[in-house]
Structures are given as C-alpha cells and as structure tokens.
C-alpha cells in the first residue's frame, strides 16, 4: 500500500512541477515582449522553456544574486582603487605646484625663465607619468571586469542555464544580459519556486 501512496506523491510532485514550469515558462514569454524585437526572436520556445526548468527549484535564482552581489563588491572595489589613484595624482600635482612656487620666489630674476623651463618639463614628466598610471588602472579594470563576466558566464553554464557560455562576442553578451534582466524580472516579481512542504 505504500508503494502506491509513494507513487500517488511522486506523479502529484510531478504535476506540481509541470504546473511551476508552465507558469515559469509563460511569465518568461511575457516579459521577452519588452525586449527589442532583435533579441525576441532569437529566444526561441525552446531557449525560454530550458531557461523555466533551470529556473525551476530557485538555485540559478540564488546563483545570479550571488553573482551580483561580487560583481557589486569588485566595481566598488575596482572603483576605490581608482578613486585612491586620482587622490594620489591631485597631491602630487599640489605638491609639484608648491615646490614651483617656492623654487621660483627663492629664484633671482635673471635665473627665472631658465628656472621655468626646467619647471615645465618636470611637470610634463608628471603629467606623462599620470597619464600612463590611469591608462594602466583602466586596462586593470577592463581586465578584471572581462575576468569577472567570464566567471559568470562560466558558473550560469555549469548551472545549466540556457543561453550561457563563455564568450565575448558582443552579440551573444548582449543576449546573455538580456536573459539575466529576464531572470531577475521574474525574481523580482516573486517568481521563485517556493518549496511546498508535504
């Protein structure tokens, strides 16, 4: 009798996944209708109903918020380290500025063109300088944001979320984007399997 009742459970669990999948499934449909129609027909019936049942027992869910919350930590701390560059760069213009202005009241007159010449070769040295410094903290960041999408690519696809692969064709990106907005969209308005105590 208990194989039976084990059974009844199975096909009602069965049924209440079918159900989930089909809400999932309808809800992802009328969310691509706001997505411009380039990328609508790309996401085909099959794309959208792989995406519902990777959706279906909330993991991706907990994934992708997992996946921005250090995507947010690593833009602020990229965000700081440049922020400490470019407060760097200002003291030392200052500093540079100060020692100008002393070393040219200190100058007798005769020596102070000489004195200014000097002066500006040493500030477009520094200038030089900081400009190379921030190019080189912009292609760190680049480097790490790419680094970063990567990791996110990679993780979605071994979730088994449709759509997800490590690329950097800006085509596919721009999908892959549009299928995490559809995802937190559904998290967003509640979407989430609940699970169902028996």
Known sequence: MDRYGGSFEEALDGARQQERHYQLLSALQSLVKELPS?????LSYTTLSDLALALLDGTVFEIVQ???EIQHLTEKSLYNQRLRLQNEHRVLRQALRQ??????QACRPHNLPVLQAAQQREQEAVEHRI????????????????RKVADQQSTLEKAGVAGFYVT???????LQMNL??????????GCQMVKVAL
Request: aromatic share 2%.
């Open 38 to 42: 380039s990328f609508q027909q790309r």
């Open 66 to 68: 997992g996946l921005l």
């Open 99 to 104: 020692k100008h202005q002393e070393a040219q």
């Open 131 to 146: 400009r190379e410094e921030q190019r080189a903290m912009d292609q760190k960041i680049i480097l790490e944001l790419d």
């Open 168 to 174: 950097t064709n800006p085509q596919e990106l721009t």
């Open 180 to 189: 995490l907005e559809l995802i937190r969209k559904l998290q967003q308005r």
